[in-house]
C-alpha cells in the first residue's frame, strides 16, 4: 500500500526531481515496503542507493542507523543554527549534480531545492539568472561568454544549473557545474 509522502520543507517536491520513486521494494532501515524508494546521493560506508524509504529520510533514523548525509556537499553559514544544517544533511532528500552538489542557505535557513534548471527555465527567475551571471564572471570569463554559457544552460544536459528558493525571502537562487 502506497502512503502519503512525508513533508520535506528544503526539498518539496522529491518525487518530480526523480529522486524518489514509486517503488514495491522493501525499505533496508524500517523493513516497510511503502510504494516509494530514494534514489538520490547518500554518503554512507554501506551502499543505501535504492533501498531507503523517504519516511526513514524525513524521521532521521536513515541517518542514524548508517551514519549517513544526503546533501553532500553542503556549507554552514554563520547565521544557520546547527539544528537547520543537520536537517539539510541528515532528513531532506539530495539531488544528483555532475559534480559535488552545493546547498544553498539563505536568511539564516536552508533554501529549498526547487529544480534542474536550463536558460528556458531560468527566464522565470530573474535573480537567480542574476546569480548564475555573477557566477560565471567570476571565472574571468567575458560577458560574451557568460551570455552564450547561460544560455546553453539545460536541465536534461550538461551544463545544468539548480534552482533554489529562499524559504524567508522567496528570493531565487542558482548554481551551475563548473565546466
Request: proline share 9%.
Amino acid at each position: 500500500m502506497t502512503e502519503l509522502l512525508p513533508e520535506f520543507p528544503y526539498h518539496p517536491d522529491p518525487v518530480a526531481t526523480g529522486v524518489v520513486v514509486p517503488s514495491g521494494a522493501t525499505c533496508i532501515c524500517c523493513g516497510r515496503e511503502r510504494g516509494y524508494i530514494y534514489r538520490g546521493p547518500v554518503y554512507a560506508a554501506e551502499e543505501l542507493n535504492g533501498r531507503l524509504c523517504p519516511w526513514c529520510i524525513a524521521d532521521g533514523s536513515a541517518a542514524e542507523q548508517f551514519e549517513a548525509h544526503f546533501t553532500g556537499g553542503t556549507g554552514l553559514g554563520d547565521d544557520v543554527p546547527p539544528e537547520v544544517f543537520a536537517a539539510v544533511d541528515r532528513q531532506t532528500p539530495g539531488f544528483s549534480a555532475w559534480q559535488e552538489p552545493q546547498w544553498f542557505f539563505h536568511c539564516g535557513d536552508g533554501a529549498a531545492f526547487l529544480s534542474l534548471a536550463g536558460a528556458v527555465e531560468l527566464t522565470a527567475h530573474p535573480d537567480a539568472l542574476e546569480m548564475l551571471r555573477e557566477e560565471t564572471t567570476s571565472w574571468g570569463w567575458p560577458p560574451d561568454q557568460v551570455e552564450h554559457y547561460l544560455s546553453s544552460l539545460d536541465k536534461d544536459d550538461q551544463p545544468t544549473a539548480y534552482l533554489f528558493r529562499c524559504r524567508s525571502c522567496a528570493a531565487h537562487l542558482a548554481y551551475s557545474d563548473m565546466p
